[in-house]
């Protein structure tokens, strides 16, 4: 069994900081891209960042600049740094993971359970 789980939301005014985690547990056998997206309300949810086993990494236009992807594999945990945050970053945060679990040859997709993040003043 693998979990996801998340933690480091919650309410911060325009133009604060937040910084989310996502750690990994469970039977693990590698991971290998780890990344954060988000869902407002009526809305699809999208990508945020990713980064990959070895550190590439990836942004939404909308967040380059301001948000920072980092990972620590020796905890099998992710971060996402949300600096200068705006209202319209108000949103249920989602770890997503790319896991093989031990024993198993192949790899599956999970989830966390989501945190929200809400900006305003």
């Known amino acids: 069994q693998v979990q996801l789980v998340e933690s480091g939301g919650g309410l911060v005014q325009p133009g604060g900081s937040l910084r989310l985690s996502c750690a990994a547990s469970?039977?693990?056998?590698?991971?290998?891209?780890m990344g954060w997206y988000r869902q407002a309300p009526g809305k699809q949810r999208e990508l945020v960042a990713t980064?990959?086993?070895?550190?590439?990494?990836n942004y939404a236009d909308s967040v380059k600049g301001r948000f920072t992807i980092s990972r620590d594999n020796a905890r099998n945990t992710v971060y996402l740094q949300m600096n200068v945050l705006k209202p319209e970053d108000t949103a249920v945060y989602y770890c997503?993971?790319?896991?093989?679990?031990?024993?198993?040859?192949?790899?599956?997709?999970?989830w966390g359970q989501g945190t929200q993040v809400t900006v305003s003043s």
């Open positions: 469970g039977s693990i056998g590698s991971i290998n891209a």
């Open positions: 997503n993971a790319d896991i093989v679990p031990r024993w198993y040859l192949t790899h599956y997709n999970y």
């Open positions: 980064i990959t086993s070895g550190g590439s990494t």
